[in-house]
């Protein structure tokens, strides 16, 4: 009789928001540290990313932790490090922008991420296929394309033509 193996983790529908919906993805230079965050993680066999999107105020990515990393601890270190790097970058480059983020909480001075992002576990094809979907028209629906591939931050030209740009997307029929 043949055993089923499950995953460890399920592919997780991710969706994180900037606090108070700031527009601080809007530079390639905060796109950049998300992108550059997110290969760091696929490099060191963190997860398996199956799709992104990066907006000017929030990400959606599908993603699934690999062996030894939960998804809270994925998650955890994802957002303390982007946040970081995205305050000094700013602290760089616009002041005025670092300053919107000031939160004087007990813990911390500024607050990039919105607490309480959205994580969806991923059990059957079609809901992932859905997931995927929406993530690769979001920048449609958002008036900043005319096609779901022609979105430079963003997996959908992987799907639509295989060509991975960032070198750290799996298709999740290859899985």
Known sequence: MKTLSYPEYWPQFYTATINNWKHLLSSNGCK????????????????????????????????QPLAGNTPITVQSSFMKYTGQQIMRYLQKTNDELLNSLL?????????VWKRDPLSIELRTAVVFNQKLE???????????????????YSSAK???GGEDMF??????LDS
């Open 32 to 63: 950049d540290i998300i992108i550059d965050s997110l290969r760091f993680l696929v490099n060191k066999k963190k997860i398996v990313l199956y799709g992104f999107v990066i907006m000017s105020n929030h990400i959606h990515l599908i993603w």
């Open 103 to 111: 939160v004087k909480k007990g813990d911390r001075n500024y607050q």
């Open 134 to 152: 929406y993530i690769h028209n979001n920048p449609l629906r958002a008036g900043l394309c005319l096609q779901a591939e022609d979105y430079y």
């Open 158 to 160: 992987f799907y639509t």
């Open 167 to 172: 070198k750290m997307v799996t298709h999740y």
